[in-house]
């Protein structure tokens, strides 16, 4: 059996079921075709993506692979050397 900080388990659900709302409702508007007004619908693509930020790195902090939750998923991108550049 894989153990599991208490907290990191709270926090991972927290945010999943945070970013499946916000998903749930870009499905009624994107899949079921319920109108939503253009500022309304900036808003909630934002609410989205924020949501699955915190998703990511609260899966990334239960697995132990990632840093602390809240730090941007995209940073990690750049985080390391310039492995492979060829320094001319």
Known sequence: ????????QSEYREAYDAW????????????DGEPLEPPKLKGLLNREA???QRYDAAREAL???GGPIGRS???SI???SAEGSSGT
């Open 1 to 8: 059996m894989v153990r599991v900080d208490p907290e990191r």
């Open 73 to 75: 998923p995209a940073s």
């Open 20 to 31: 499946q709302k916000q998903l749930s409702r870009l499905h009624d508007i994107f899949l």
């Open 78 to 80: 750049h985080s390391g």
């Open 63 to 65: 697995l132990g692979i």
């Open 50 to 52: 924020r949501a699955k």
